[in-house]
C-alpha cells in the first residue's frame, strides 16, 4: 500500500489519466486514493486545477507576426550570418576548391616522379604514348602554364578533364568559352 | 520519429521556405507560451520574435538528439527565463509602483472586480496573473502540461529535470493555483 507522501508525488500524473502510468501503479493509487479522504481531495484538486487552465483561451499571435520576424532577420544579416554560423553550409561550398587543390597536388606528386625517372614528357595525344605508359599521370604536362590551361579549359567539365588527366592528352584551344561543348 | 525532421534539416541548410513553415506551426505555441509566462501581450510577443530569431541563428547545429518541439521549447523557455531575470534586476533598482501593482499580491481580486470575469480573454488574464504569483519553475511546470498540453516525457526533456521532478513540480503548481483559481471554477 502506498503512503500519502509516495502517492502525492504521482498524483499529477494520474489526474491526466496518464497513459504511461503502468497498471500496477494506476492500481495501487487508487486503492490509496478509495481509502484516504486526504488524498482523494487532492486528486480532486489536481483535476479541477487541470480543467480551469486547460480551458484557458490561447494568446493569438499577432498581426504581421511572421513579416516583422523576416524583417528583424534580414536587419540583422540573417541570411549571411547563417551562412557563416552553419558549417554545412560554408563547408559545402568550399568542396569544389578542396578538390581542385588536391588534383593539383597529386598531379605534381605524378609530375616530380615521372621527371625523376628520365623519360621524356610532354603534352602529346597519342594513344599509343597511353598504352605504353605505365602511369597515365607521367603524360601529363610538365609546364605549369599548360595544365593552368587544362585545368582552367576543363573547370566547368569534368568529362573532359578526366580524359585529359587519363589520355594524357592536353585539349586544344577552339577559342571557344570552357562551358560550351 | 520527429514530425518536423525533415523541415528542420531543410531549415539547417539555409532554406526560408523551411524556415518560414516552422515559424507557421509553432508561433502560436510560442506566442502563448510567452503569455502564460509573462501575463504581457507586448512581452509575448518580443520573446517568441526572439526565440524564433534564436532558433533561426542555431538550427543549422540542430542535431536531432531530442525533437524540434521540444528542443524550441527550450529555447523560449531561456528566453523568458533571461528577461524576467533582467525585469526583476529593473525592479530592484527602479522600484516601481506601477509594475508592482501588476504583479501584487491579490491580482485576482483586482482583476475580477475591474475587468469582469465574462469574457474568455477576461479569464485568460486572471489565469496568467495566477501564473505569475508561482516560482519560476512550478509555473514553467504546469504551463507546459496544462496549458500547452506537452507530455510528461516531453516537459522533462524540454526542462531538463527527470520525470520526477516534474510529477512533482505540477503537483505542487496546482496547489498553490487552486485557491487563486477559486473565483473560476464554477465559470
Known amino acids: 500500500m502506498l503512503s500519502c507522501w509516495e502517492s502525492e508525488s504521482l498524483l499529477a500524473r494520474?489526474?491526466?489519466?496518464?497513459?504511461?502510468?503502468?497498471?500496477g501503479v494506476r492500481l495501487e493509487i487508487g486503492a490509496h486514493v478509495a481509502s484516504c479522504a486526504a488524498c482523494r481531495a487532492s486528486l480532486e484538486e489536481q483535476r479541477k486545477v487541470r480543467d480551469i487552465l486547460g480551458a484557458r483561451?490561447?494568446?493569438?499571435?499577432?498581426?504581421?507576426?511572421?513579416?516583422?520576424?523576416?524583417?528583424?532577420?534580414?536587419?540583422?544579416?540573417?541570411?549571411?550570418?547563417?551562412?557563416?554560423?552553419?558549417?554545412?553550409?560554408?563547408?559545402?561550398?568550399?568542396?569544389?576548391?578542396?578538390?581542385?587543390?588536391?588534383?593539383?597536388?597529386y598531379l605534381d606528386a605524378g609530375s616530380s616522379t615521372s621527371s625523376t625517372s628520365?623519360?621524356?614528357?610532354?603534352?602529346?595525344?597519342?594513344?599509343?604514348?597511353?598504352?605504353?605508359?605505365?602511369n597515365p599521370l607521367d603524360l601529363w604536362p610538365t609546364s605549369p602554364?599548360?595544365?593552368?590551361?587544362?585545368?582552367?579549359?576543363?573547370?566547368?567539365?569534368?568529362?573532359?578533364?578526366?580524359?585529359?588527366?587519363?589520355?594524357?592528352a592536353v585539349p586544344a584551344t577552339s577559342g571557344e568559352p570552357a562551358n560550351v561543348r | 520519429m520527429d514530425p518536423d525532421r525533415d523541415l528542420v534539416e531543410a531549415a539547417g541548410r539555409g532554406s526560408p521556405e523551411a524556415f518560414e513553415e516552422l515559424v507557421r506551426r509553432y508561433q502560436g505555441a510560442i506566442v502563448n507560451l510567452a503569455r502564460a509566462m509573462t501575463a504581457s501581450?507586448?512581452?509575448?510577443?518580443?520573446?517568441?520574435?526572439?526565440?524564433?530569431?534564436?532558433?533561426?541563428?542555431?538550427?543549422?547545429?540542430?542535431?536531432?538528439?531530442?525533437?524540434?518541439?521540444?528542443?524550441?521549447?527550450?529555447?523560449?523557455?531561456?528566453?523568458?527565463?533571461?528577461?524576467r531575470g533582467r525585469r526583476a534586476r529593473l525592479l530592484q533598482i527602479f522600484r516601481s509602483p506601477t509594475i508592482e501593482s501588476h504583479t501584487g499580491t491579490d491580482p485576482l481580486e483586482r482583476a475580477s472586480s475591474d475587468d469582469g470575469i465574462e469574457t474568455s480573454m477576461a479569464m485568460r488574464d486572471l489565469i496568467?496573473?495566477?501564473?505569475?504569483?508561482?516560482?519560476?519553475?512550478?509555473?514553467?511546470?504546469?504551463?507546459?502540461?496544462?496549458?500547452?498540453?506537452?507530455?510528461?516525457?516531453?516537459?522533462?526533456?524540454?526542462?531538463d529535470v527527470p520525470i520526477g521532478t516534474v510529477e512533482s513540480r505540477i503537483f505542487r503548481a496546482r496547489k498553490r493555483l487552486r485557491p487563486l483559481l477559486e473565483p473560476l471554477r464554477n465559470k
Do not use: C, H, M
Open chain 1, 14 to 23: 494520474y489526474a491526466d489519466a496518464e497513459s504511461r502510468l503502468t497498471e
Open chain 1, 57 to 105: 483561451e490561447p494568446s493569438q499571435v499577432a498581426a504581421g507576426f511572421a513579416a516583422r520576424l523576416s524583417a528583424r532577420i534580414d536587419r540583422e544579416g540573417g541570411a549571411a550570418w547563417l551562412d557563416l554560423a552553419n558549417w554545412r553550409v560554408w563547408s559545402a561550398g568550399l568542396v569544389p576548391l578542396a578538390a581542385s587543390l588536391l588534383l593539383v597536388a
Open chain 1, 118 to 134: 628520365g623519360e621524356p614528357s610532354g603534352s602529346s595525344s597519342s594513344s599509343s604514348q597511353v598504352a605504353e605508359a605505365s
Open chain 1, 145 to 168: 602554364d599548360q595544365r593552368a590551361s587544362v585545368l582552367l579549359q576543363s573547370a566547368s567539365n569534368g568529362d573532359l578533364l578526366l580524359e585529359t588527366i587519363l589520355t594524357g
Open chain 2, 41 to 83: 501581450d507586448a512581452d509575448a510577443d518580443d520573446l517568441a520574435q526572439e526565440t524564433f530569431v534564436r532558433v533561426w541563428r542555431s538550427v543549422g547545429k540542430f542535431r536531432g538528439e531530442s525533437t524540434f518541439k521540444t528542443w524550441i521549447y527550450g529555447i523560449a523557455l531561456n528566453v523568458i527565463r533571461t528577461y
Open chain 2, 128 to 159: 496568467d496573473r495566477a501564473l505569475a504569483t508561482l516560482p519560476a519553475e512550478l509555473r514553467e511546470a504546469v504551463v507546459l502540461r496544462d496549458v500547452q498540453g506537452l507530455e510528461y516525457l516531453e516537459i522533462a526533456a524540454a526542462l
